[in-house]
């Protein structure tokens, strides 16, 4: 049977490999100074995830790194490893939140009583119970300048009252709740509890109580990351984007939010676009599986991820049949690669076809593909900016347009690198190429080349082949080759000086010599055609495999998605105040980190 608990929580400073903080909330795990041996002798990266059963007893060691510290969860039982690693994601998102970010071991150090009410708070008797900032902000108090002041001092300062029910340490409501009722106990602590009246405070663990803004916004924004991997023949064999709906909100009371997005088909198709949904705890499930596109929720204060999502990009067309030309991308990439007599060329093409363009170039002998409709691309998927007004194409355009072709690690050099748009440059350290696109060029829809000139490996004996080269010797045959015409002709200068009288003498084995000549000159050429494509062969090898895609779009979103609506129930709604109209706003933003792969 599978558990879901937390046995203990340590950290250690990866510089040098101390031990910051040990925590056991139950059992008797394995200790940090028995564990890190076992981690340390996993050569980098390490996963997340290791068993030791040399340990005792044999444990299961989950693990993150963040900022130089390293975050382990001994498990002695089963465990969920989801459970076990979004705790440790949460519980340093936390950290973060209360100490500052970045997290540093000093950080920790200092602040150990807030650490610790953390510690306690989330997690009660390894059983994790809390994990919002807001909620813990309610119980966790914060060392205010008095009380740091007075701490130096050797002093102690005014600690102030708890605010409500949650705001009294874990243990003490465990006591409280025992003493409520009738009991003999004389102890004093148990009966001041007891009579002590429990204060209330909101029943929304995500939300502040008293939350007070001098300005009401309220923004959106929709980012989505593509992955898309291209076979050599132009075909796509995967297309995602994955979006976040991120929020941030600025306002007063407690609000009750609606928010409703939509899709280029309709909002009939929510349910079947958006794949893997995934919500924020605010998020009233019921309402989205009888509505689906309606987000109906109580915010977090702040900024927050409301839900993710997953859009598959691939057309509904047989797999057989898809094209790269049929994707909703704007910027693809085509390698041809051993061009050049011997093979050592490669050359880049780039369709940049900007969604704010007018007329979106065709795609015809690109990827394979025939040609396609004019402005086909952009125009069914263009992506309002702010609830349904339309987008100019400035805000539209591409932008950090960067190519990386990673080439094999015995390339030495590439001699020459000759680019229609932007610059490109070799780095021998990460052995790849990276072709940088301005905005300015990017914005014109057409097409770009790179073309590239590989230098291979140097042999030991290339300077001996050179130098044999250059003195005629064929190091295929073993022979010095020679023009038998030019020596020929002249001996033949030499013979017509001095002999004027046999001019006329051997005319059949002059025209056997020449005859004999083209034979061997066609022979020869044919070695060398031979040579040459061993050559290419041979080069292959120095040849890249693939190229991946960076770059940007503001006001656009891939899978056409956009929020149709954004309002507030004022019924539902608590401490908003009468006649107040809070700033509403909606960005989109779409973004390739090497996300466009084409494979050659």
Not at 382 to 402: E, I, K, Y
Not at 427 to 442: F, G, H, L
Not at 472 to 495: C, P, T, V
Request: net charge neutral; aromatic share 8%.
């Amino acid at each position: 049977m599978t558990s879901s608990a937390i046995e203990a929580l340590y950290i250690v400073n990866s510089h040098n490999n101390e031990s910051i903080l040990d925590h056991v909330y139950r059992g008797r795990p394995a200790s940090s100074r028995t564990l890190l041996p076992f981690y340390l002798a996993h050569s980098q990266p390490r996963p997340p995830l290791l068993y030791l059963p040399d340990v005792s007893p044999p444990t299961t060691l989950f693990s993150l790194t963040h900022t130089n510290l390293f975050f382990f969860v001994p498990a002695s039982k089963d465990t969920d490893p989801l459970y076990v690693l979004e705790f440790l994601r949460k519980l340093i998102d936390i950290f973060e939140e209360f100490l500052g970010a970045p997290l540093l071991a000093g950080k920790i150090e200092t602040n150990y009583d807030v650490v610790a009410q953390l510690l306690t708070e989330m997690c009660d008797a390894g059983n994790v119970c809390n994990t919002e900032p807001d909620a813990l902000r309610e119980v966790v108090n914060m060392p205010g300048f008095i009380d740091s002041l007075l701490g130096g001092l050797g002093l102690q300062g005014y600690a102030l009252p708890p605010r409500h029910p949650f705001s009294t340490p874990s243990f003490l409501r465990r006591l409280t709740l025992t003493s409520s009722a009738p009991s003999l106990s004389s102890n004093p602590l148990q009966t001041q509890l007891a009579r002590r009246p429990m204060p209330t405070g909101p029943a929304i663990p995500w939300r502040k109580s008293n939350v007070k803004h001098t300005s009401n916004e309220l923004y959106v924004d929709i980012v989505e990351t593509l992955l898309v991997t291209l076979a050599p023949s132009g075909r796509p064999l995967a297309a995602y984007a994955n979006g976040s709906i991120l929020f941030n909100a600025k306002i007063s009371g407690v609000p009750d939010l609606l928010l409703n997005i939509t899709t280029p088909s309709g909002k009939h198709t929510v349910d079947r676009v958006l794949e893997m949904p995934t919500f924020h705890p605010c998020v009233r499930l019921a309402r989205w599986k009888e509505r689906p596109g309606e987000f109906s929720f109580v915010p977090p204060d702040g900024k927050f991820m409301l839900a993710g999502y997953q859009v598959n990009l691939m057309p509904d067309t047989d797999f057989e049949n898809a094209n790269a030309r049929n994707l909703n991308v704007p910027v693809l990439v085509e390698v041809e690669k051993s061009l050049g007599p011997v093979g050592l060329d490669f050359e880049v093409r780039l369709l940049l076809s900007p969604p704010g363009s007018a007329h979106a170039p065709s795609r015809g002998g690109f990827g394979g593909g025939g040609p396609g409709p004019a402005g086909t691309r952009g125009s069914g998927r263009s992506t309002p900016s702010l609830f349904g007004s339309g987008a100019s194409s400035s805000s539209q355009q591409l932008r950090d347009v960067v190519v990386t072709i990673p080439v094999p690690p015995n390339v030495r050099n590439i001699s020459e690198l000759r680019a229609s748009r932007g610059e490109a440059s070799f780095s021998p350290v990460e052995s790849s190429v990276e072709w940088r696109i301005p905005t300015k060029e990017a914005a014109d829809p057409g097409n770009a080349r790179l073309r590239c000139t590989v230098v291979g490996p140097l042999a030991e004996d290339d300077s001996k082949v050179a130098a044999a080269a250059a003195a005629g010797f064929d190091a295929a045959n073993g022979e010095y080759e020679y023009d038998e015409e030019a020596d020929a002709e002249g001996y033949q200068g030499e013979i017509s000086g001095s002999y004027q009288s046999g001019s006329g003498m051997g005319g059949e084995d002059k025209g056997k010599g020449k005859g004999k000549g083209k034979e061997k000159e066609k022979t020869a050429r044919q070695k060398m055609e031979e040579r040459d494509k061993e050559k290419v062969e041979k080069n292959r090898s120095l040849m890249p495999t693939s190229a991946t895609i960076s770059f940007s779009v503001k006001g656009w979103l891939a899978s056409g998605i956009k929020v149709d609506s954004l309002t507030v129930d004022t019924r539902r709604s608590r401490g908003l105040g009468d006649g107040i109209k809070p700033v509403k706003g909606v960005k989109y933003l779409t973004i390739s980190k090497q996300g466009i792969e084409t494979r050659c």
